[in-house]
T-cell receptor, first 111, second 118 residues
């Protein structure tokens, strides 16, 4: 079955630690996105990529990094520079004029 | 300027009634797509309906329809015969699609929390 998979579902990070959230899709989609959602809030764009080896900053890229070495994969690293990383992170992919498909999300908590 | 505006933070509707969730958008690109998503408390994003900027007819998917008024730049979601399970957050989104292979950013509104009561 085609789809988009995020892992892990829950992640705990210690202060000063980098963590990487995984996002994999087998839909052959060109575009991939990372969003952050805080409680009761909308989705804010962190990074997006329209093609392999290329990506653009979204509205809240500071403290995050991404890579797009393969079409199927778009991992997000939350660095220690991100001072308030506790949030729900959603990854999505889209083909040309298809809807965006979302993963199940990762809940990141700083401990 | 906001690309997507949802002015209703919360809406309440009685079961079996229809409800309209508002969405306006801002773009100068003649080619774009509009989307509505539902997010229940579990957090998953469920795609509901899509409208392309060149589509002549309003999109419909079961109990969902999109009231597309291009000149007003509005794309309101209409849910007919509301059900208790419709209680969720609803997001309007837009992607600008230029010519060629550019897929463009995907913009989301702040969402509308819909509560359906018996």
């Amino acid at each position: 079955d085609g789809g988009i998979t995020q892992s892990p579902k829950y992640l705990f990070r210690k202060e000063g630690q980098n963590v990487t959230l995984s996002c994999e899709q087998n839909l052959n989609h060109d575009a991939m996105y990372w969003y952050r959602q805080d409680p009761g809030q909308g989705l804010r764009l962190i990074y997006y990529s329209q093609i392999v080896n290329d990506f653009q900053k979204g509205d809240i890229a500071e403290g995050y990094s991404v890579s797009r070495e393969k079409k199927e994969s778009f991992p997000l690293t939350v660095t220690s520079a991100q001072k308030n990383p506790t949030a729900f992170y959603l990854c999505a992919s889209a083909g040309f004029y298809t809807e965006a498909f979302f993963g199940q999300g990762t809940r990141l908590t700083v401990v | 300027a906001q690309k997507i505006t949802q002015t209703q933070p919360g809406m309440f509707v009685q079961e079996k009634e229809a409800v309209t969730l508002d969405c306006t958008y801002d773009t100068s690109d003649p080619s774009y797509g509009l989307f509505w998503y539902k997010q229940p408390s579990s957090g998953e994003m469920i795609f509901l309906i899509y409208q392309g900027s060149y589509d002549q007819q309003n999109a419909t998917e079961g109990r969902y329809s999109l009231n597309f008024q291009k000149a007003r730049k509005s794309a309101n979601l209409v849910i007919s015969a509301s059900q208790l399970g419709d209680s969720a957050m609803y997001f309007c989104a837009m992607r600008e699609g230029g010519r060629g292979s550019t897929l463009g950013r995907l913009y989301f509104g702040r969402g509308t929390q819909l509560t359906v009561w018996p």
